[in-house]
């Protein structure tokens, strides 16, 4: 690997280190405020990335750095504990726990967006060919820092749309699955809770098939995202 794809493979895994833990930890905190504090007693309840590598350290280290390593793609995950008594007795507050985490995902990527639209306006950004890792590039000019700046800014708007709209294709055990809570009755959202438990290792089934769904619907989300970013902008 040579020293720019190293240094690029730094900053996509600082972003989706950091990313991830948001997103564990808006599930943690919601859970919080809804009264299950299985996650705060982990110490999930913060965006110090260290209590969530402890539960899962392959999906949150081992598998992101191997396929940035490999150039095979960042692949990773994480996970937040929670009650399973507290999720069938409160479904509603567990939907709003499933919802958390995707919507610290999209609030990450506006966040970035508005920065980028900043530093266009000031002058030091430039638009770029939109790709995962380069959405705006430093102008003319620009020092190492504003080049590594505007790949964070990019690979944090792009990572975390993709983690939140899959995360909310709604097949168990991703979290659109626990969302479909809100949308119906109490006792249907605990019908719901009940069916996930009885899943279980076949909840891999769904990971397959929502892959192949998003597979279809990330390019065109991406490019609508690109639209947005860039919208009302004049280009010189």
């Not at 920065?115 to 430093?138: H, K």
């Not at 809770?193 to 279980?200: I, L, S």
Request: with cysteine; glycine share 12%; aromatic share 12%.
């Amino acid at each position: 690997m040579n020293p720019d794809l190293f240094a690029l493979g730094f900053l996509e895994y600082v972003v989706f280190l950091f990313s991830t833990t948001c997103h564990e930890g808006a599930h943690a905190l919601v859970a919080k405020w809804g009264g299950d504090t299985t996650a705060l007693e982990a110490g999930q309840v913060s965006l110090n990335p260290i209590p969530h590598i402890r539960r899962e350290p392959f999906g949150m280290v081992i598998m992101p750095l191997l396929g940035i390593a490999t150039q095979s793609g960042l692949i990773g995950w994480a996970s937040t504990p929670y009650s399973v008594k507290w999720s069938q007795e409160h479904p509603k507050r567990a939907a709003w726990m499933s919802l958390a985490g995707p919507v610290s995902n999209f609030v990450m990527a506006v966040i970035s967006g508005i920065i980028m639209r900043i530093g266009l306006a000031m002058g030091s950004f430039v638009p770029a060919s939109p790709s995962f890792t380069r959405i705006v590039e430093p102008a003319q000019g620009s020092g190492g820092v504003v080049e590594g700046i505007a790949t964070v800014l990019s690979v944090m708007f792009s990572l975390n749309i993709l983690l939140g709209a899959f995360n909310l294709i709604p097949f168990p055990p991703l979290d659109g699955y626990g969302i479909l809570g809100l949308f119906t009755t109490k006792q249907g959202a605990r019908r719901l809770q009940e069916w996930r438990m009885k899943m279980g290792a076949m909840a891999i089934i769904g990971l397959v098939i929502a892959w192949q769904v998003f597979d279809r619907i990330y390019g065109p989300l991406f490019a609508t995202s690109i639209h947005l970013l860039y919208s009302g902008y004049r280009f010189s």
